[in-house]
């Protein structure tokens, strides 16, 4: 039985600033209802490819297909980011609004919804994040914890096919990182498909079902979680894992 059609590929990217490559030759492809999480050294240029997969960044050479058709020239800019939503690590939720404004914002400038339609939908997303009793504060009455999960919901009230998060925890404080990490997993045993760059090493083993271990701009490895964690190939990511599971 062939298997289905993979959702989103990434097809020889790079990309450079200047003279420097901080992205080289990167080609891996994301099936329906996949959990990745990119994992790697500061530097190694995991974020700036999930910035390119979103067109944050331009990529200076490849490709992006999502449902096999080229992102930058097949998509409308803004029906692609509906579609592949992202989740950062600064939050970026507007200050003026409430987390339900910020939650209607987008669904209807991109998605041309009606107020009572996209209340619906983002108070459906925020109850599901547990921030449903928070829907008129404001982000500086909100902890960090708070804001990323409003964060979460603004994206999945856009109903994407795939988000993106980009190290979501790294700005939280300790304690502050469970309830989003909660979140994620049960997103993660709801099917959606995830890409995650991450620094938390336990939820990558347990949770994902592919890890990609990124080196000066290179997938130095790629597998599943148990072949990365207890039996790496590389003496790189051998070198990485032992470093940061011993924080």
């Known amino acids: 039985m062939p298997n289905p059609s993979p959702v989103l590929e990434v097809s020889h990217l790079r ?3 200047g003279n420097h490559e901080v992205l080289s030759d990167i080609t891996f492809t ?5 959990v990745t999480c990119i994992i790697g050294a500061s530097g190694s240029g995991k974020s700036t490819l999930l910035r390119c997969i979103n067109f944050l960044e331009e990529p200076t050479d490849g490709a992006i297909l999502f449902h096999g058709r080229d992102a930058e020239r097949e998509w409308n800019r803004a029906q692609y980011h509906a ?3 992202m989740v950062f690590q600064s939050f970026n939720l507007f200050n003026n609004m409430t987390a339900l404004e910020n939650c209607n ?16 939908r983002s108070l459906l997303y925020l109850n599901k994040v ?16 708070q804001k990323q999960r409003v964060a979460i919901a603004r994206a999945l009230a856009m109903d994407p096919e795939v988000l993106l998060f980009d190290e979501p925890t790294s ?11 909660e979140v994620m997993r049960s997103l993660a045993q709801g099917g959606l498909t995830m890409l995650i760059v991450t620094h938390e090493m336990s939820f990558a ?17 790629d597998g599943v979680p148990e072949e990365i964690f207890t039996s790496p190939r590389q003496a790189r990511t051998r070198e990485f894992l032992s470093r940061v599971l011993q924080r």
Not at 30 to 34: I, K, P, R, S, Y
């Open 30 to 34: 994301v099936g329906e209802g996949d």
């Open 171 to 181: 700005a939280l404080d300790p304690e502050m990182v469970g309830e989003v990490l």
């Open 83 to 85: 579609k592949v939503g």
């Open 130 to 145: 547990g921030m449903g009793p928070y829907r008129n504060a404001r982000p500086a009455q909100l902890s960090g914890g």
């Open 205 to 221: 083993r347990d949770v994902c079902h592919r890890v990609i271990f990124m080196d000066q701009g290179l997938i130095a490895e």
């Open 105 to 120: 914002s987008g669904q209807m400038r991109v998605l041309r919804r009606d107020r009572k339609t996209a209340t619906e």
């Open 15 to 17: 990309k450079r600033f």
